[in-house]
């Protein structure tokens, strides 16, 4: 049977040969290959071989190759001082060269992409234990690892950079997504590609509802969304997403009940048309891993380029329903693990990541219920890793749970006076902000339809602006 592995000898030595006459484009060839992409295993001796001469500040030639191979007893194994001839012979000029190692990384790819299909063949029989979603999400990070090869470079000019933002700044574009609320992108600016931004808080305090409304306010610029909902099904966050659809206050609970007039409907199903114009998915699987949730990521985004769409955020709500690869870790050890791997996953998503997340029930015990860096420590390495932590706040919630158990009218009035001054208020208190200012802002809330706006700002005479 013929043998069909994708390699070309030619083109390897071609490389090589060209490599020896002109040294000043080995910095460029090797961004592009290492010694391991070569198919011939003499040619990747010999690749770093020549690396080694140069990398001692000697000019890797015939001559100085041929000593390093005598020296070291390889020189018969070649083929002898013949076959260095032969290299130097078939030697192409620079732009020539260029393109015979991207052909020779192509064709290293090839060969891993076989190699890769055939394990997973084998996987897929003999591994009956694990799911198959967590087979597929191996088999296509070790696919899509293949792309970074030969791009991995991470140095550049620090000049180079700043006028690239200088241009995107001036055309109105940049890397990363502004959130959609002005006090908060006020407050935190951009939330950039490979970024993970944390929002944190106590049940009821509205983590669905800046959750949502961000995914809302990006996907209306024309961003994709892809949102894990690890904690409501699809058909609860679409109703949440309806109800901040309406024209008119539709509460989302009464939406669920099915409490609809006839004008009701007709803006539901207003909304809901407005809806499915947006790119914005929802991905309620449960028991995700993040492995899990960076292979939904990549078919989610390929999906939404085939369109013309880039994706603009990846939503994930909430880090405690994150399934550990070590289930016999305890909380924080795998809440850790998770972070970490989530911060690693953002940059290959190729766009920021929200986090939502729990907080410690601990603060509940404190006169003060406002959160603080210190209520995550249960959460893992979030204060270590995430690039941008708002802590979210509603006094009217405390204030109702104390009007709930207080019977004394007096004291039950001042509750009821201060729930009633405070219940459309929310803090966003961001106490670490990576590229930004930490600071506090207030924002409206609408609880009851998940509705997020900034609050109005006056002028020191008293005009709305």
């Given amino acids: 049977m013929e043998n069909k592995t994708p390699f070309n000898l030619e083109a390897e030595q071609a490389l090589l040969g060209t490599m020896l006459i002109d040294n000043s484009i080995i910095d460029e060839i090797t961004d592009i290959v290492k010694n391991e992409h070569f198919y011939e295993p003499i040619h990747q001796y010999l690749f770093s071989a020549i690396l080694h001469i140069t990398g001692q500040g000697k000019v890797a030639d015939g001559i100085t190759l041929h000593s390093q191979l005598a020296t070291t007893g390889l020189l018969k194994d070649i083929g002898g001082a013949n076959y260095i001839a032969i290299l130097m012979d078939m030697c192409a000029d620079s732009v020539a060269a260029i393109d015979y190692a991207k052909f020779i990384l192509e064709q290293y790819q090839r060969r891993e992409a076989l190699r890769i299909t055939s394990a997973f063949n084998s996987l897929i029989l003999s591994d009956t234990e694990r799911p198959i979603d967590a087979l597929m999400a191996e088999f296509e990070g070790e696919l899509q690892s293949l792309n970074s090869i030969g791009s991995n470079n991470a140095q550049f000019k620090a000049g180079d950079a700043a006028l690239q933002f200088a241009k995107d700044l001036r055309n109105g574009q940049g890397d990363g997504v502004f959130l959609g609320l002005s006090e908060l992108n006020d407050t935190i600016g951009r939330v950039g590609v490979g970024n993970l931004c944390l929002v944190g808080g106590r049940p009821a305090m509205g983590k669905s509802a800046v959750a949502l409304t961000v995914a809302q306010n990006i996907a209306m610029t024309g961003k994709g969304v892809l949102f894990f909902s690890m904690d409501m099904a699809a058909d609860q966050v679409s109703t949440r997403l309806l109800s901040m659809f309406c024209k008119d206050r539709i509460e989302y609970r009464d939406i669920t009940a099915a409490k609809v007039n006839d004008s009701m409907q007709a803006q539901l199903n207003e909304a809901a048309f407005a809806l499915q114009s947006l790119p914005l998915e929802i991905d309620d699987k449960r028991g995700r891993t993040v492995a899990d949730i960076l292979a939904a990521t990549r078919r989610a985004k390929a999906a939404f380029e085939a369109k013309g769409i880039e994706l603009g955020l990846v939503i994930v709500d909430h880090l405690q329903k994150i399934k550990a690869h070590n289930q016999n870790a305890n909380d924080y050890s795998r809440a850790t693990d998770n972070i970490r791997s989530l911060k690693d996953a953002a940059m290959k998503m190729g766009a920021p990541v929200m986090l939502c997340s729990q907080l410690s029930r601990g603060l509940e015990s404190r006169d003060d219920k406002r959160p603080r860096m210190s209520d995550l420590r249960d959460s893992g390495a979030i204060e270590e890793e995430a690039d941008v932590i708002t802590l979210l706040y509603r006094d009217a919630y405390y204030a109702r749970q104390m ?39 207030k924002v409206n809330i609408d609880i009851g339809v998940n509705r997020i706006a900034v609050r109005p700002r006056h002028d020191r005479f008293g005009v709305v602006y």
């Fill in 403 to 441: 009007m709930d158990a207080e019977t004394d009218g007096a004291e039950w009035e001042k509750l009821e006076s201060r729930f009633n001054a405070t219940r459309n208020d929310l803090d966003l208190i961001s106490p670490k902000v990576r590229q930004g200012e930490p600071k506090s802002v």
